[in-house]
């Protein structure tokens, strides 16, 4: 039972550049979350998925996409990477977003130069 | 006010003793709190949940919650170096209507001396 799974663990981007970091859970969760983990910031929401077909932005949207391609796959894309993206990246899902935990993918390190 | 907040500490206590992690949070209707651990490098995870007033105990953990004062607390005891590690505190704030969105805090630094 692999939980949340991301892809890549590693990435290094020019500015500018676009990429896709993909996600997939395997707990038949309805909704999934994209964070970003910056040092000193703790985790910051950057968009999520109530449930299928649905997508809102949290805290910090600005220069990321989503798509939740189905029940299983929650995907962030950044159409033209600039420095301040540099972060490590959490891909979680829950199975609901109101009132159960949250499980965590093992992050994207992911650095813009 | 942010959605939630926790001491940044670090807090640093020796080997044995009881650590106690603190959070408070703005959200008046917020139901669900979660706490997390987090070792350097790694992914968080979650070790507690609560959802009514009280105290919640898992082991050497303690959550206590206290909905009137908008505070919730994770204590633990008989504190190893194996526990060294951040803690989050995460609670489910509501985002408009029915929608919540997982909150978390900036996190407390915790440092188990042996």
């Known amino acids: 039972n692999a939980g949340v799974t991301q892809t890549p663990k590693f990435q290094v981007l020019k500015t500018g550049q676009s990429m896709t970091l993909q996600c997939a859970q395997d707990?038949?969760?309805?909704?999934m979350y994209w964070y970003r983990q910056d040092p000193g910031m703790g985790l910051r929401l950057i968009y999520y998925?109530?449930?299928?077909?649905?997508?809102d932005k949290g805290e910090v949207p600005n220069g990321y996409n989503v798509s939740r391609l189905n029940k299983r796959e929650f995907s962030l894309r950044l159409e033209s990477a600039a420095p301040s993206q540099t972060s490590v990246y959490f891909c979680?899902?829950?199975?609901?977003?109101?009132?159960?935990?949250?499980?965590f993918g093992q992050g994207t390190r992911l650095t813009v130069v | 006010q942010k959605e939630v907040e926790q001491n940044s500490g670090p807090l640093s206590v020796p080997e044995g003793a009881i650590a106690s992690l603190n959070c408070t949070y703005s959200?008046?209707?917020?139901?669900?709190f979660f706490w997390y651990r987090q070792y350097s490098g790694k992914s968080p995870e979650l070790i507690m949940s609560?959802?009514?007033?009280g105290d919640k105990e898992d082991g050497r953990f303690t959550a206590q919650l206290n909905k009137a004062s908008q505070y919730v607390s994770l204590l633990i005891r008989d504190s190893q170096p194996s526990d060294s590690a951040t803690y989050l505190c995460?609670?489910?704030?509501?985002?408009?209507?029915?929608?919540?969105?997982?909150?978390f805090g900036k996190g407390t630094l915790l440092t188990v001396n042996p």
């Open positions: 979680a899902s829950s199975e609901d977003f109101r009132d159960t935990e949250a499980f």
């Open positions: 707990m038949n969760h309805n909704s």
């Open positions: 998925s109530a449930s299928e077909g649905t997508t």
């Open positions: 959200d008046r209707v917020s139901q669900s």
């Open positions: 609560i959802y009514s007033n």
């Open positions: 995460a609670v489910n704030v509501n985002s408009g209507g029915s929608n919540y969105k997982l909150t």
